[in-house]
């Protein structure tokens, strides 16, 4: 156990930790040239193709160091603030943490809170300044700002650059100098902790532990804490870049193990493993059940496809343990499910997800965040869709969640952003000079104006320099009224909106103006209201289509026109009739994209 | 009953709203016509010595070869193919190339039906085409080509021009019915990707098309038409008893035809396939490899039905139920019944016996009905 080390990568978001990750695989030989690519351990197609981790991923590396060979698992961290829990997580299963700094950027909203995780883990912190080899790179500078946040030494910062692979020697020496070999001991009963779970088509559910005590064998008879269910272990193995089955693992190791479990419900990340025979007396401190910050319905396109889409969901919670959901019916989209999602970035990571892998193309609605409704009796009740809300002549008041934030800008954009956060309804609480040019913000913000399109409108106004970071901190009473709107005078409760009364009138404006632009034309003339009550306060109209037909079929060019129909087609099977109104899946979505 | 297509790449100018595949270069003409003799050649065995009953020549404009060179062409055919004597030879023409001489030189070939390319009667929307020829000079060629002989004239005629206003679009019906002409083919403007006429209208350089007039327009043309009884045979053509052309209504009712010439088409029954749409390709692969590079689909079963459908619905002769039973089998039919019902409720499509056929309603949205009743694959 003394040869092993566990440690996790952890950063704010772009800052390197995917490409540092690379290197320290390469140059252990874990990963052959044959395989090797850039973020090798972001495999999934989606965060290839948006170069940012979503998952946390674990592998294990053979490192020979002064004649002793090591075994050192690694586990890279998402850095998108919607993804912290995976961090969280992580951190569970490891004694030390590197923490990336770019050298470029310095320190960032969630290299701080990243930090604060790690360190109430205890973790020990080996603090890398990386991207070194840029031009741009202020090394001094963000090392006096580590310094200042880590309180360590100027010594043990480790330069560093994931690119040329600057340092990186230095950095898998102070892993196994620094960060101390696992506690705990075989000869106790098992126990250890699932930190994280994956759905395989073929395998079934494969389980991501980290061993405390004990040890366990290939065949074992184990028993799940929590749930109390029992499995033989039919593989157990070491995460390499493939699954590597191993005949037992011990004390301090992490690994995998696949017990032919089928259904999602029967795991619980956090969850203890233990013997049947031989049971630890207590589970270790699981995590927190992550809180969705978001509300959204997700309706199968096909009404048929529901009980497709509840597997889906379900396959899709297993590896995303912060994904909730619980049926919901709507009149406009029938049966579905209202889901919980940490935040945006996530919400559209699930609808490309399971359009990916299980090929359901769903239909997400307005997302919004969870309301404290107190009716005229005293009750409260927490509402998640605006469609619930109890009947106005029953309500007292409604409460919405708020948030703090902490943002940290240049001072350059401090103007911008002070205008951003009011017209947010934010009000300021703090403002600290972190350097002659870097300020923290600190911000009381309603989380129903974040969820939105804050985060984009925050990197815009800074240039991409500004970071946020933020956490649920209590319920406000808030002027809030629900905003309808009618397709042909038909109220569509999917598109409906809770909003605060003093936006109303030009929100209701400007989603109006965004569905003429989103639902095609149809047959007879399509009119959009936005209404408050009995009131229309807009209204705008699609005209009809008078005439579908192109003319001319030249040639004996049959091929182009039916492809152009099948098309048309197919288009049409992406969206949702409504009443008599063809609603296209964007159309859902409207108020996101209003500029 | 098989059909022959010849593509002629080359045209004076290029039109604006064009997406045919053409060239206004025309230094590699004699070559190119070099290499359509032996494609036809070279395609023998396509039709299977079927009966060939239909000759079109298109493009382009056909019209920018010389008699000679047409004639040769013909001749070709003649000794390779299984001609009918009766067989429809039909050539594309414009108006600017058509000079008396011309005429009659053609009068004196076995074509027996020309197309004309007018667009229109009235010089702004020519203009506003791009087109080579001027109003007087489609007039002219009409007068001069129904002097010498050719008995069934077709003209081409685009509305929904923004130009084009709902009066001058009657006028340009009326006048193709005063010099009376046999066949009209009226074509609503449409924008193609990538045309000059896409790149003008998003710059704000030309106006954009109307739909509502061109909306209008099209019901005008069928009222003033049918008035006049004229015969609509198929969603953009119309004609006098007995001057159908046999040529296209061959693509509607699925029937095979060989396409000769850079971006040709041809079918089969059940595959189709195009000629490369390069003219210095086709070319040098006749002339040095004895090859025309094409591309081929296999159609299945449901593309096939889908083709029935979209082109039996532009026709007078409709779609029949028990075609569809019987070669596309009970769960097309069945999916065919259920989805079409809708357009009957609607008065789009209107049932006589087992045949479907669009109303005068329905023919607005012949694309929307036939996608409605498609069956996408995957
Ligand atoms: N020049 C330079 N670029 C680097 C270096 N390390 C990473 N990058 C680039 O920075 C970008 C982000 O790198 P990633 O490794 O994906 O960052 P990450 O921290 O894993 O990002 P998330 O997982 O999404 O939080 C990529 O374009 C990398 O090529 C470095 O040392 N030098
Ligand atoms: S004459 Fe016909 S083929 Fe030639 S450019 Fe004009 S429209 Fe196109
Ligand atoms: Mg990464």
């Known amino acids: ?595 | 009953m098989a059909g022959i297509y010849i593509h002629i790449p080359y045209c004076h100018q290029k039109c604006h709203y064009c997406n045919f595949y053409s060239s206004v270069s025309k230094k590699s003409k004699p070559a190119f016509v070099r290499s359509l003799l032996k494609e036809i050649e070279l395609q023998k065995a396509y039709l299977h010595q079927e009966i060939i009953s239909t000759i079109y020549f298109g493009g382009g404009t056909p019209t920018q070869l010389n008699t000679f060179e047409i004639e040769q062409i013909i001749q070709h055919l003649y000794q390779h193919y299984n001609i009918s004597g009766k067989a429809e030879i039909t050539l594309e023409a414009n108006p600017d190339d058509l000079t008396q001489e011309k005429i009659i030189e053609l009068s004196e070939t076995d074509i027996n039906r020309l197309s004309l390319g007018i667009q229109s009667f009235h010089n702004t929307d020519l203009e506003y085409l791009n087109r080579s020829h001027s109003a007087n000079q489609a007039i002219e060629a009409i007068k001069t080509a129904q002097r010498h002989q050719f008995a069934n004239l077709s003209i081409d005629l685009i509305y929904g021009i923004p130009t084009l206003s709902n009066q001058a679009w009657i006028d340009n019906i009326q006048t193709a019915i005063d010099l009376g002409i046999q066949h009209i083919s009226a074509y609503c403007l449409t924008v193609e990707a990538g045309t000059a006429l896409d790149v003008f209208i998003r710059k704000g350089k030309m106006p954009a098309i109307d739909e509502e007039k061109a909306s209008q327009q099209f019901e005008i043309l069928m009222d003033v038409l049918y008035k006049n009884n004229f015969i609509h045979y198929e969603i953009s053509n119309f004609c006098k008893q007995g001057f159908i052309s046999q040529h296209n209504s061959n693509y509607w009712k699925q029937q095979k035809y060989l396409g000769l010439g850079p971006s040709a088409h041809s079918y089969n029954l059940v595959s189709r396939q195009w000629n490369v749409s390069n003219i210095t390709n086709y070319i040098q692969s006749v002339e040095e490899k004895n090859i025309v590079p094409f591309e081929i689909e296999s159609l299945t079963l449901i593309q096939q039905y889908d083709e029935y459908i979209l082109t039996g619905l532009r026709t007078i002769w409709g779609v029949d139920e028990i075609e569809i039973l019987s070669k596309y089998g009970r769960e097309m039919y069945d999916y065919f019944r259920k989805q079409i019902e809708l357009f009957i409720q609607k008065a789009w499509i209107e049932r006589q016996g087992t045949i479907y056929t669009l109303t005068k309603q329905g023919k607005y949205f012949a694309d929307g009905i036939a996608s409605e009743l498609f069956i996408t694959s995957d």
């Open chain 1, 1 to 595: 156990m003394k040869n092993i080390r566990n440690f996790c990568i952890i950063a704010h978001i772009d800052h390197g930790k995917s490409t540092l990750a690379d290197r320290l695989l390469e140059i252990t030989h874990t990963v052959s040239a044959r395989d090797s690519q850039a973020q090798v351990l972001d495999d999934m197609d989606l965060e290839r193709e948006r170069g940012i981790t979503i998952k946390s991923h674990a592998i294990q590396m053979d490192y020979l160091h002064e004649g002793v060979m090591y075994k050192l698992n690694l586990i890279d961290t998402p850095g998108h603030v919607d993804f912290s829990y995976e961090v969280s997580r992580s951190i569970a299963a490891c004694e030390g943490a590197l923490l990336i700094v770019d050298a470029t950027q310095g320190i960032q909203a969630q290299t701080i809170s990243n930090l604060y995780l790690a360190l109430d883990h205890d973790l020990e912190i080996i603090p890398v300044l990386n991207k070194i080899d840029l031009d741009a790179a202020m090394p001094e500078e963000v090392k006096d700002q580590i310094v200042d946040l880590i309180g360590c030494d100027r010594d043990d910062i480790i330069e560093a650059s994931g690119k040329t692979g600057y340092g990186i020697e230095g950095i898998l020496e102070a892993i196994v100098s620094r960060i101390p070999a696992p506690s705990g001991s075989v000869d106790e009963p098992l126990q250890a902790l699932i930190f994280d779970s994956v759905f395989n088509s073929f395998r079934g559910i494969i389980s991501y532990f980290r061993i405390m005590n004990g040890e366990v064998k290939k065949g074992d008879f184990v028993k799940f804490f929590a749930t109390g269910k029992e499995y033989h272990a039919d593989e157990i193995g070491v995460l390499k870049l493939k699954p590597e089955p191993k005949d037992k693992l011990s004390a301090g190791d992490v690994g995998y193990i696949i017990s032919g479990i089928k259904t999602s419900k029967e795991v619980k990340v956090g969850d203890t493993i233990t013997h049947v025979n031989k049971p630890c007396l207590k589970a270790i401190d699981g995590f927190e059940n992550v809180k969705p910050m978001v509300f959204a319905g997700v309706y199968p396109i096909d009404a048929d496809d529901y009980e497709e889409l509840r597997s889906s969901i379900e396959k899709l919670q297993l590896n995303d343990a912060s994904l909730t959901f619980e049926p919901e019916s709507s009149m406009a989209l029938g049966f579905g499910f209202r889901c919980g999602f940490l935040g945006l970035l996530h919400m559209e990571i699930i609808q490309e997800r399971l359009d990916r892998e299980f090929n359901m193309d769903v239909i997400t609605t307005v997302p919004n965040v969870s309301y404290k409704a107190y009716t005229t009796k005293g009750e409260m009740i927490e509402v998640h869709n605006p469609s619930s809300l109890p009947d106005p002549n029953h309500l007292e008041h409604i409460e919405e969640p708020y948030i703090t934030a902490h943002i940290i800008t240049k001072s350059e954009y401090l103007g911008g952003i002070m205008t951003l956060c009011i017209e947010k309804r934010g009000v300021i609480k703090n403002q600290v000079y972190l350097t002659s040019d870097r300020i923290e913000l600190t911000f009381e913000l309603p989380l129903g104006e974040i969820v939105i399109d804050f985060y984009d409108k925050l990197k815009s106004i800074s240039k991409g320099y500004a970071s946020f970071d933020y956490f649920q901190s209590g319920y406000k009473t808030a002027k809030l009224i629900r905003l309808e709107i009618l397709l042909n005078a038909e109220p569509v409760d999917a598109l409906s909106t809770l909003i605060h009364h003093d936006n109303a009138y030009s929100f209701g404006k400007r989603i109006c103006e965004k569905l003429k632009e989103l639902i095609p034309r149809q047959q007879f003339d399509i009119a959009i209201q936005a209404a408050i009550g009995s009131k229309i306060i807009s209204r705008e109209t699609v005209k009809a289509v008078r005439k579908d037909v192109t003319a001319k079929c030249y040639g004996g060019d049959i091929t182009r026109k039916r492809k152009l129909l099948d098309k048309q087609k197919k288009g049409k099977k992406r969206m949702r009739q409504v009443g008599n109104v063809e609603v296209p899946q964007s159309a859902f979505l409207a108020v996101l994209k209003l500029d």
